[in-house]
């Protein structure tokens, strides 16, 4: 108990001139760097696929600015995952790149590292350099198609009769 008491007398009051300052708030208000995971992801048969640390992909750490926009990011990722312009899929002339967030939704590259943590409020921010080769078709959703139809045909629906283009 003795030392307790020697321990806090022995301190400068909180209040006082000498008193060490701490920032107030969240430390990592105060810092300009961000702590950032990066992985790899491939479009292949119709969806994209993580590639793993074996095939020159894996999860990298990064800490980077605040400031650092997600265009710089792929520029980063292109270089992590692509060294001297090559990887295990290929050369970086024969891909088209993209950003996207840990739920694959495309991020503008505009955005900022800090923007992105405000909007996510993550502990850990985590995105993902994809990669797709150039003559990959895009394959846009048929889902429109459901309620347009090309044919004539009336449709009986119960006991009426409707033309489905005239609805």
Not at 3 to 29: F, M, Y
Request: charged content about 30%.
């Amino acid at each position: 108990m003795l030392r307790v008491r020697e321990k806090i007398e022995g301190r400068p009051l909180a209040n006082s001139d000498t008193a060490e300052r701490r920032p107030i708030g969240k430390k990592h208000a105060v810092k300009d760097t961000r702590r950032v995971e990066m992985g790899w992801l491939h479009f292949e048969k119709g969806e994209y696929h993580q590639v793993r640390t074996k095939g020159g992909g894996g999860t990298r750490h990064l800490s980077v600015q605040k400031t650092v926009n997600v265009g710089e990011l792929l520029e980063i990722g292109k270089d992590l995952f692509f060294p001297d312009g090559h990887s295990a899929k290929g050369p970086t002339g024969k891909f088209d790149f993209d950003i996207r967030d840990f739920s694959q939704k495309s991020l503008p590259h505009d955005c900022t590292v800090n923007q992105l943590y405000e909007k996510t409020k993550l502990r850990m921010l985590r995105i993902y350099t994809c990669s797709r080769h150039k003559d990959t078709p895009i394959i846009l959703s048929d889902a429109s198609s459901d309620f347009e139809h090309d044919d004539e045909r009336p449709v009986r629906v119960g006991t009426f009769l409707f033309n489905l283009h005239s609805v």
